[in-house]
């Protein structure tokens, strides 16, 4: 899924989504590039 995707399917902006995931990163929350492993 594609943050832009992740954003329509939450009905926020990708601004928003942008800045949700740079929070989430900063507290060590989700990783960057999480590794496909499944």
């Known amino acids: 899924m594609t943050l832009e995707e992740l954003a329509?399917?939450?009905?926020i902006s990708l601004?928003?989504?942008k800045?949700?995931?740079n929070r989430l990163i900063?507290?060590?929350l989700v990783?960057?590039?999480p590794?496909?492993?499944m």
């Open 15 to 17: 601004e928003l989504a």
């Open 8 to 11: 329509d399917e939450l009905g």
């Open 19 to 21: 800045l949700v995931l």
């Open 35 to 37: 590794p496909r492993s």
């Open 31 to 33: 990783q960057e590039c």
């Open 26 to 28: 900063e507290k060590g």
